[in-house]
Every structure is written in C-alpha cells, then in structure tokens.
C-alpha cells in the first residue's frame, strides 16, 4: 500500500462528508442482500448501524500514519474478536460490501485508481486486524454484549442540552482535578464538552455529530490506567447526578461509557502509541499525598 493510496483514501473520506449516513445506508443494504448472517454482528437500529460504519471511515482514515498505529490496529482487532464477534472471514464480504457502496455513491467519481487505492487500503489494515483476531480468544456464543450503545437513552435523559450541560459541569470539574487535570492542561475545556456531547450523544442514540477520530485513537499516546478510568468515572457521576438524573439512567450513562474501556486502558508508557513526530506519551503520575475530590466512593478501590 503506497502513501499515495493513503493519501487518496483519506481525501475521499473527507469528501464524503456529510453523506457518510446515505453512503452507511447503501453498505448495510448490499451487506445484508449478500450475507444476511451478518445481521447478527451488525445489529442495532439505524442510528447504531451508522455509528458502526462511521468508526470503520474514521479508523481507515487514520492510516495515513499506519506504521505509527500498527499496535492501535492490532488492538482494534483483538476487540472485534472478542468483544463483537467479528471473524476473519467476515472481512471479505465487508470490503466488498464497502467498494460496491462507493461505486453507487461516486458513481464517475469512484476511478480505476481510487477503487484500488481503497482495494490496498482495506486489505492492508484488515490482514493486522485479522493476525489479531485469530491469535485472541473467541467471543462468547450469542456474544458478549456491547454496551457502547444504549439507543433509547437520549431521550431518558432529556436530550441533547441536558447531555451538554453535564459535560460542562463534569471538564470544569475534571480540568481542576489533582491528577486527571494534568491530562487536559492546555486543551479548550468548551471545546472537548461539545465533542464529548457530539460523541455521547450518537452512543445515546441520537444523530451522529460528531466528526472526530474514534475514542482508541484520540487517547493512544496517553496512558490512561484503568484506576484513573474509575476516577474519572466517579467524577461523571456526580455530575450527572448533579442533574438531578435517575439512579437508573446515571448506571445506563456509565454502562456506555465503559463500553470504550477497553480501547483506551493500558498498564505500561510501553502501550502508548504516537502518531507523529515530536508526539510523546502523556503521562500522569498520581500527586503525593492525592486524595479524589469525587463525592461518590465508588471511584478508587485499593486493587
Ligand atoms: C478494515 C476493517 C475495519 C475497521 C477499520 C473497523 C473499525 C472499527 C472501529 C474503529 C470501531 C469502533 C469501536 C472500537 O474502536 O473498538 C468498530 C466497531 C465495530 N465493528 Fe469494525 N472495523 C472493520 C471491520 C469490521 C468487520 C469486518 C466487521 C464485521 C463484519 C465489523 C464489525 C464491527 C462491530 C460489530 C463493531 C461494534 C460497534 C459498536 O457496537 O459500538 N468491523 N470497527
Ligand atoms: C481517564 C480517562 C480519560 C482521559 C484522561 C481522557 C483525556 C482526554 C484528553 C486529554 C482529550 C483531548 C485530546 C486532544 O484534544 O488532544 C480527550 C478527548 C476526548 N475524549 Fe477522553 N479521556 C478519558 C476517557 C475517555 C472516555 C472513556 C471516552 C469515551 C467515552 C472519551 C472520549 C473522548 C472524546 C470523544 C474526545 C474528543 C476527541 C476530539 O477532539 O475529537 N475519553 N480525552
């Protein structure tokens, strides 16, 4: 796969812009008349379905610096075994399902060149996803649920504003946090409660706004240990009960967000991964003497 490929499979993502849902629509469509089995990996309303083929684009994009996120990629397979029950051979009829989409959508637009650029560039990065999906163990039968999604959830919440303003009220928080603020110093706290709302938003169901780079990826080069996932998770917490929310909903809220665990915990600096010259892992050492300023308990245990 030449830089060229890369370079022409990210351009013609950025294109697409705009009409990834009509192009999502179009790859179900043929997926599905082809292999109606698949069913059973891809389920969920449609809202969930173009999330999936959203995080698909947003990953190949990313290939522009696949030597760089080789052991990202790896890991991303090892979660389609695992957690999806995604097999190796299902990625035949995945790519043709995405080519003959394209076809449809680019119609003249969709060159000899470009169809090989993408050819290249599915294969390469679907043959490091599938040496990791046969070396993991097999997902469970009927498959180990997949709880970054909850689709009726917005709607509990009371839609878009209420998700916004817990995000707001949790980065004020988290920002001036001891330890995980040391994550966030120089970043644009409005800016990350908009993203966070954009991205949460379409896991609770809603319309996918958000344009950003999938959760595994935009955390790579941070080494975020799972004791500060729990950290973190007891600050949203109280924000979301500070909203006056449900018991009920705030677990629904923090069963999604557990669901992107898994692409972002690591245990050593040696698992970051950077993804361009002059980048270097983000880490953050507990403060001496660190005590959280969460209101709930559930936050840190001893383990
Ligand atoms: C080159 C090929 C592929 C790429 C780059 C890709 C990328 C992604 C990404 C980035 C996610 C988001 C979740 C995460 O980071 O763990 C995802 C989720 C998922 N993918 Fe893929 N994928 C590919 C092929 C496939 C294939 C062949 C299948 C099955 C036929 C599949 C099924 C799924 C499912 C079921 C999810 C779970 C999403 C959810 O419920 O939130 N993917 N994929
Ligand atoms: C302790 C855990 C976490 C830490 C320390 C952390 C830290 C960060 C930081 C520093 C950024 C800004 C990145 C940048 O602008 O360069 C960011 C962005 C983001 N994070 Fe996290 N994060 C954590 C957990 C999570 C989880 C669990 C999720 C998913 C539910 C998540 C979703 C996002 C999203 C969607 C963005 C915006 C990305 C964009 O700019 O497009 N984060 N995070």
């Not at 990629?73 to 075994?81: A, D, F, K, T």
């Not at 709607?155 to 209420?162: D, F, N």
């Amino acid at each position: 796969m030449s830089l060229e490929h890369r370079r022409r499979v990210a351009a013609c993502i950025e294109d697409i812009g705009t009409d990834i849902n009509r192009l999502s629509q179009n790859f179900y469509r043929h997926l599905l008349q082809d292999d109606p089995a698949l069913s059973r990996v891809f389920s969920g309303n449609t809202a969930a379905l173009n999330r999936k083929f959203f995080n698909m684009l947003a990953a190949l994009k990313n290939v522009k610096h696949l030597e760089k996120i080789e052991a990202s990629i790896q890991q991303l397979g090892e979660r389609h075994g695992c957690q999806y029950a995604v097999l190796a051979e299902h990625f035949t009829p995945t790519k043709k399902a995405l080519v003959t989409a394209l076809e449809e959508h680019l119609g003249d637009g969709f060159s000899a060149e470009l169809r090989q650029a993408w050819d290249a560039v599915f294969d390469e990065v679907a043959d490091l996803m599938k040496v990791a999906i046969s070396a993991a163990p097999p997902a469970e039968d009927d498959s180990a649920p997949v709880t970054g999604y909850d689709g009726d959830l917005l709607q509990a919440i009371g839609g878009e504003e209420v998700v916004l303003r817990i995000h707001r009220r949790f980065y004020d928080v988290i920002f001036e946090e001891p330890w995980l603020g040391k994550f966030f110093r120089g970043k644009h706290e409005t800016t990350l409660a908009r993203k966070q709302t954009e991205f949460m938003v379409a896991a609770f169901g809603g319309e996918n706004r958000y344009r950003g780079d999938t959760p595994a990826f935009v955390h790579m080069h941070m080494l975020i240990t799972r004791e500060q996932l729990e950290v973190r998770e007891a600050l949203l917490r109280d924000a979301i009960r500070a909203e006056g929310l449900s018991e009920e909903i705030v677990e629904r809220w923090l069963r999604v967000d557990r669901g992107f665990w898994a692409g972002l915990v690591k245990t050593s600096e040696e698992e970051c991964v950077l993804k361009c010259f002059g980048q270097y892992p983000v880490v953050a050492k507990m403060p001496q003497g660190y005590v959280s300023v969460a209101n709930t308990s559930t936050a840190v245990d001893d383990g």
